[in-house]
T-cell receptor
Framework: TQLLEQSPQFLSIQEGENLTVYCNSSSVFSSLQWYRQEPGEGPVLLVTVVTGGEVKKLKRLTFQFGDARKDSSLHITAAQTGDTGLYLCAGTGAGSYQLTFGKGTKLSVIP | DVKVTQSSRYLVKRTGEKVFLECVQDMDHENMFWYRQDPGLGLRLIYFSYDVKMKEKGDIPEGYSVSREKKERFSLILESASTNQTSMYLC????????????FGQGTRLTVV
């Protein structure tokens, strides 16, 4: 089983602050995905990163895939209360169909 | 829009009962997955299927089985429900290939008493 470690587990910040969430593994992944989950709902995909060193931007969210394809980060600029939720990274190993999730980072943005 | 539908949002069952959780997707996806989600443990993969009648064990298959007789339907079976199977169960589907987006249902909150 390929493990994904997310940090921090919990994060509480004031509106307007910046934050970074990390997703790390000792294994190489063919791709990494970031999902956001709200209470009572299933996770929804934010982005997929495939190439080592890749950076993708989604409005105030910036996603990076490590050069060695073992880690990824999510940076949020000027957080808003609407960013509150559970952020999950998920990865697939080379030649595998299995999609493995990290334990998630629970983000609370306080007005 | 892709839709993944789970048959129940909430379910209460007694210890020892056989429990069926049903999941249907409407986009002709090859891959389907069953996860359980518990506080502090994240989403853990129970079983997945990459084709009709094909199934693969995930990380925690003990106490569960699955059935995929038709491409659009993936069922999770708890052979003899136990209290430690109380959890949120999430079904997902994706197109062929591991890098494509997984679409999730809204989940079934199962309580075993």
């Amino acid at each position: 089983t390929q493990l994904l470690e997310q940090s921090p587990q919990f994060l509480s910040i004031q509106e307007g602050e910046n934050l970074t969430v990390y997703c790390n593994s000792s294994s190489v992944f063919s791709s990494l995905q970031w999902y956001r989950q709200e209470p009572g709902e299933g996770p929804v995909l934010l982005v997929t990163v495939v190439t080592g060193g890749e950076v993708k931007k989604l409005k105030r969210l910036t996603f990076q895939f490590g050069d060695a394809r073992k880690d990824s980060s999510l940076h949020i600029t000027a957080a808003q209360t609407g960013d509150t939720g559970l952020y999950l990274c998920a990865g697939t190993g080379a030649g595998s169909y299995q999609l493995t999730f990290g334990k998630g980072t629970k983000l609370s943005v306080i007005p | 829009d892709v839709k993944v539908t789970q048959s129940s949002r909430y379910l209460v069952k007694r210890t020892g009962e056989k429990v069926f959780l049903e999941c249907v997707q409407d986009m002709d996806h090859e891959n389907m997955f069953w996860y359980r989600q518990d506080p502090g443990l994240g989403l853990r993969l129970i079983y997945f299927s990459y084709d009709v009648k094909m199934k693969e064990k995930g990380d925690i298959p003990e106490g569960y089985s699955v059935s995929r007789e038709k491409k659009e339907r993936f069922s999770l079976i708890l052979e003899s429900a136990s209290t430690n199977q109380t959890s949120m169960y999430l079904c997902a589907s994706s197109l062929f290939g591991p890098d494509t987006e997984a679409f999730f249902g809204q989940g079934t909150r199962l309580t075993v008493v």
